[in-house]
């Protein structure tokens, strides 16, 4: 059910929080101002106040903004979204730049990633969209993020290590977030490398390649070398072929934030996976109880984009404040509406906080007593 603060309550109806502890107490509930009420209290207590009462559920809020299914005429083929996942140093990022024939790893520090990356590559005419995921144990919550707005998963796995635990956690995000995989045997061209044990370990993860009978692709690559890559990305595409992947382009964007932060000189920058429609500058768009307009849009190689349609990842700049990666993203008609349900968002984030506050102090004062 859903609750209130006295203070909130107060605020909304513009009326002193001291009187409405007064009303409360008249009725026999001895409350403080942090203490929060179910929703009936709080509209008797309003009526009582003078107030006419509109209870404003998410559901109105919301509605509409993610409730629209696309007729299936409007639906053309989009890019797949690829996630490179695996165990830290298994050469995600260098297969990545082999792929993009860029320089990524040079860049980083300590050449760990630390965040997710998200680009888009060009195969024969064909886009695929990769998303970058960091190996390290810290980042667990990133690759449950990047796996669940995937098509398919790249699971690296180098050949001289084998299948090591961020491998297995990556195998349970896809299994999650049912995502075909593909495996990637990544640096064959090392002496110890042996991609046999690493098929043999792969078994006890329940993941059957096709040498072993089963469905699973694997690819032996060096991104070191080069080697295999076009065949990596013909069975991405094969993959994605047979998923028939499809969105409209031709309606108001939404998507997923993929990641966020606030950068000193643009203020904050999202990167955006656009998964519906095609979004413009200008555009006015909500990412969980955030809001902006888009001021501008960048592509991987830092270029001012016009528009980005499905599968396109793009950094937003024109955020109010930084949205949280993995938040929703959906463009809506005016500033107004905007305004109105990040308020919204924001005033119900309080409130969970303020009912945890309160249960706390409930159970300390259980305790002292
Ligand atoms: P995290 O993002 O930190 O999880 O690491 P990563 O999986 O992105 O690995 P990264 O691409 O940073 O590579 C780790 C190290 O392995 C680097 O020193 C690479 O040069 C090396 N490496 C990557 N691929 C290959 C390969 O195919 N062969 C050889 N010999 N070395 C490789
Ligand atoms: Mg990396």
Redesign the pocket.
């Known amino acids: 059910p859903e609750a209130i603060t006295i203070q909130e309550l107060a605020n909304r109806m513009a009326e002193r929080a001291v009187d409405v502890i007064k009303l409360l107490m008249k009725q026999g509930q001895m409350l403080k101002i942090n203490d929060v009420i179910d929703a009936d209290t709080a509209e008797l207590i309003a009526e009582e106040m003078g107030h006419t009462v509109k209870r404003v559920s998410e559901a109105d809020v919301e509605e509409g903004l993610f409730a629209t299914e696309d007729e299936a005429g409007t639906l053309k083929a989009r890019p797949p979204v690829v996630t490179i996942m ?10 990545l ?1 082999a792929i993009r024939k860029s320089k990524v ?1 040079t860049g ?1 520090a300590g ?3 630390q965040h997710i990356g998200a680009y888009q590559v060009d195969q024969d005419g064909q886009k695929i969209t990769f998303i ?1 995921t ?3 144990a810290a980042f667990s919550q990133m690759r449950a993020r990047g796996a669940k707005s995937t098509d398919i998963v790249i699971l ?1 796995v ?1 050949a001289d290590d084998g299948v090591m635990p961020q491998t297995k956690e990556a195998i349970a995000h896809a299994k999650a977030a049912e995502a075909p995989i593909i495996v990637a045997i ?5 002496p110890g490398a042996d991609p046999n044990r690493v098929r043999t370990e792969l078994l006890s993860e329940e993941l059957v390649v096709e040498s072993m009978g089963g469905d699973i692709i694997d690819v032996e ?5 080069g080697t295999n890559l076009d065949k990596l990305l013909e069975m991405i595409l094969l993959q994605s072929e047979v998923l028939e992947l499809q969105a409209n382009p031709d309606r108001t964007a939404e998507g997923v934030v993929i990641e966020a932060q606030l950068d000193r000189g643009r203020g904050p920058v999202a990167t955006v996976l656009v998964q519906k429609g095609t979004l413009k500058p200008g555009d006015i768009l909500v990412a969980g109880s955030e809001w902006g307009r888009v001021r501008a849009m960048l592509d991987e190689n830092g270029e001012q984009v016009k528009e980005a349609g499905p599968s396109k990842p793009v950094e937003v700049l024109g955020f109010q404040g930084t949205p949280a990666a993995g938040d929703m993203v959906a463009v809506v008609e005016n500033e107004a509406r905007a305004r109105e349900i990040t308020d919204y968002r924001q005033r119900q984030i309080r409130e969970k906080a303020s009912v945890v506050a309160s249960a706390a102090r409930g159970s300390l004062e259980q305790m002292m007593m």
């Open positions: 695996g165990h830290v140093d298994h050469g995600k990022t260098s297969l730049d790893v980083e050449g760990i990633t970058d960091p190996g390290h690296v180098a990544n640096k064959i061209d090392k690559v060096s991104a070191l070398n």
